[in-house]
């Protein structure tokens, strides 16, 4: 069970990504959307990262209001998973809940207390591009 961590870092605006193997993604199984964990399982000691949100291995994004580690199908108005053209139109989605379980791919975080050592130097890796 690996999973892909994108780490963001809310002072520079900068994204980083990291890959998690089995080892140190046990740490993540049973966290919810809203939970701090140490950046140590990341390889950045000293640092406290917080749950953003995510999607499953099929793209499906995580819902930090739907409770559980399956994917539904919701009806939604507004909000992650949905965005309506018009005022007031509403749309059944298939949606991921708050609890990461091994089916999840990739992990949002972001940085919410700092360590000595800057993010970029720990993490040894380049920003993650931005599309323009």
């Not at 999607?55 to 199908?73: H, I, Q, V, Y």
Request: charged share 35%.
């Amino acid at each position: 069970m690996d999973f892909r961590v994108v780490v963001s870092d809310p002072e520079s605006g900068k994204a980083y990504q990291v890959e998690l193997k089995d080892p140190g993604s046990g740490k993540f199984l049973g966290k919810h959307i809203g939970d701090k964990i140490e950046g140590d399982v990341l390889g950045m000691p000293g640092y406290s990262v917080q749950i953003t949100g995510g999607s499953d291995r099929e793209g499906f994004p995580m819902r930090s209001d739907l409770p559980g580690t399956k994917r539904r199908k919701i009806l939604v108005s507004a909000g992650t998973g949905y965005h309506p053209t018009a005022e007031g139109r509403k749309k059944r989605k298939s949606i991921h809940g708050r609890e990461i379980s091994s089916d999840v791919g990739q992990i949002n975080v972001k940085v919410v207390e700092k360590g000595s050592r800057p993010v970029e130097d720990l993490l040894g890796a380049s920003p993650k591009e931005e599309k323009k």
